[in-house]
């Protein structure tokens, strides 16, 4: 089986470069190993803000939702419940679809398969009831089923906060939110609004241990310093469950089976695939979007998976390099405008260098 294009991922970087590869005339397939397309979006409750652009005051699974109807208009072919289980360098894809694998020769690969969440060991991580906070973010507002009554967050990045503030809508009690750095790591919007709700932040602090038989029943937690916790400051409370928002990871074993250059570029999630202004890695017709390129927020994704839609189309002549180059620089504009203040500043810093190494073959 032969088709132009294959986007791996059907999230916000995944449709948004299906709709911009498509309405050029480019044939697009998108694959999704999910029931429905979307990806983060579709549990993202929250309004959004910046800029109109961006789809300020509109929630994020409004917004969702109106990726997949452009999708469906442009006429991209999508595949869901399908997993892609190889991928190599003569852009191959291996996709197990109703339990039979196809093999899928493309021109050109996006590769948009997002984050996943870190890990956090302590003593008792392993009990039912230690989750991420992405899982219980899926739990509450995908599938409708509160993951427990009492619950302890440990993070306070935007992540942390916002799905605490969303379990505490959805009827739980939110004990406390757990950060090992002095101050919180949310936007100041989203920290002042759990915060004015009661929920207290004990910043300095980290988790020492989860204590239940089958199921976790108390969280330990403590001071921590110097990268050690302080014996005798332990905190112990009554709790169902503890979710951990620690960050992200490009996910990105695909992009290495296939043999994509990468690097370890702390400030966007760790090892990641490099890649060029337009999204192209080191292996000519491979591109990412979303967090696989570097793990920051769904309006970046979206804005990353439209510059590689355009860079795909160009590629494949649907679009002239003038028309293209406007098109490139309005994204670029947009994307610039994201990464910047305190929070972006960093990021915007960490991907010119990734984009540097990428732009050398």
Same mark, same amino acid.
């Given at each position: 089986?032969?088709?132009?294009?294959?986007?791996?991922?059907?999230?916000?970087?995944?449709?948004?470069?299906?709709?911009?590869?498509?309405?050029?005339?480019?044939?697009?397939?998108?694959?999704?190993?999910?029931?429905?397309?979307?990806?983060?979006?579709?549990?993202?409750?929250?309004?959004?803000?910046?800029?109109?652009?961006?789809?300020?005051?509109? +929630?994020?699974?409004?917004?969702? +939702?109106?990726?997949?109807?452009?999708?469906?208009?442009?006429?991209?072919?999508?595949?869901?419940?399908?997993?892609?289980?190889?991928?190599?360098?003569?852009?191959?894809?291996?996709?197990?679809?109703?339990?039979?694998?196809?093999?899928?020769?493309?021109?050109?690969?996006?590769?948009?398969?997002?984050?996943?969440?870190?890990?956090?060991?302590?003593?008792?991580?392993?009990?039912?009831?230690?989750m991420g906070a992405g899982a219980a973010q899926t739990m509450?507002?995908?599938?409708?089923?509160?993951?427990?009554?009492?619950?302890?967050?440990?993070?306070s990045g935007n992540v942390g906060v916002i799905v605490a503030?969303?379990?505490?809508?959805?009827?739980?009690?939110?004990?406390?939110?757990?950060?090992?750095?002095?101050?919180?790591?949310?936007?100041?919007?989203?920290?002042?609004?759990? +915060?004015?709700?009661?929920?207290?932040?004990?910043?300095?602090?980290?988790?020492?241990?989860?204590?239940?038989?089958?199921?976790?029943?108390?969280?330990?937690?403590?001071?921590?310093?110097?990268?050690?916790?302080?014996?005798?400051?332990?905190?112990?409370?009554?709790?169902?469950?503890?979710?951990?928002?620690?960050?992200?990871?490009?996910?990105?074993?695909?992009?290495?089976?296939?043999?994509?250059?990468?690097?370890?570029?702390?400030?966007?999630?760790?090892?990641?695939?490099?890649?060029?202004?337009?999204?192209?890695?080191?292996?000519?017709?491979?591109?990412?979007?979303?967090?696989?390129?570097?793990?920051?927020?769904?309006?970046?994704?979206?804005?990353?998976?439209?510059?590689?839609?355009?860079?795909?189309?160009?590629?494949?002549?649907?679009?002239?390099?003038?028309?293209?180059?406007?098109?490139?620089?309005?994204?670029?504009? +947009?994307?610039?405008?994201?990464?910047?203040?305190p929070f972006g500043e960093r990021r915007l810093n960490a991907?010119?260098?990734?984009?540097?190494?990428?732009?050398?073959?």
């Amino acid at each position: 089986m032969k088709k132009e294009v294959v986007i791996i991922g059907g999230g916000p970087a995944g449709l948004a470069a299906a709709i911009e590869a498509a309405r050029y005339g480019a044939q697009v397939l998108v694959i999704d190993e999910n029931s429905r397309p979307g990806g983060q979006l579709l549990k993202q409750i929250h309004k959004f803000f910046g800029s109109q652009a961006h789809g300020a005051g509109i +929630r994020g699974i409004d917004i969702g +939702r109106k990726l997949l109807e452009e999708t469906e208009e442009c006429g991209a072919e999508v595949w869901l419940n399908c997993a892609v289980i190889g991928l190599f360098s003569d852009k191959r894809v291996a996709v197990l679809k109703d339990g039979v694998t196809v093999v899928v020769e493309a021109e050109k690969i996006l590769i948009s398969t997002g984050g996943a969440e870190n890990p956090l060991r302590f003593k008792g991580w392993t009990l039912p009831g230690v989750m991420g906070a992405g899982a219980a973010q899926t739990m509450v507002n995908v599938n409708r089923v509160l993951p427990g009554k009492r619950i302890l967050m440990v993070g306070s990045g935007n992540v942390g906060v916002i799905v605490a503030y969303q379990l505490m809508q959805a009827g739980a009690d939110v004990v406390g939110i757990v950060e090992g750095m002095p101050k919180i790591g949310a936007y100041g919007v989203h920290a002042a609004k759990i +915060r004015r709700a009661g929920v207290p932040f004990y910043l300095g602090y980290t988790i020492e241990e989860a204590i239940g038989t089958d199921h976790v029943e108390k969280a330990v937690i403590a001071k921590f310093e110097d990268g050690k916790i302080v014996k005798g400051t332990e905190l112990v409370t009554d709790v169902d469950v503890i979710t951990i928002a620690v960050g992200l990871r490009p996910l990105s074993e695909l992009a290495m089976m296939a043999g994509v250059r990468h690097d370890f570029i702390p400030e966007l999630g760790g090892w990641m695939p490099v890649h060029d202004e337009n999204m192209e890695t080191s292996v000519e017709g491979i591109y990412v979007a979303g967090d696989i390129a570097g793990v920051e927020e769904a309006n970046t994704a979206m804005d990353e998976g439209r510059m590689a839609g355009t860079a795909i189309a160009k590629a494949l002549c649907y679009l002239d390099a003038n028309k293209a180059a406007a098109a490139e620089t309005a994204i670029a504009d +947009r994307l610039s405008a994201l990464r910047q203040g305190p929070f972006g500043e960093r990021r915007l810093n960490a991907k010119k260098r990734v984009v540097e190494e990428g732009a050398i073959r």
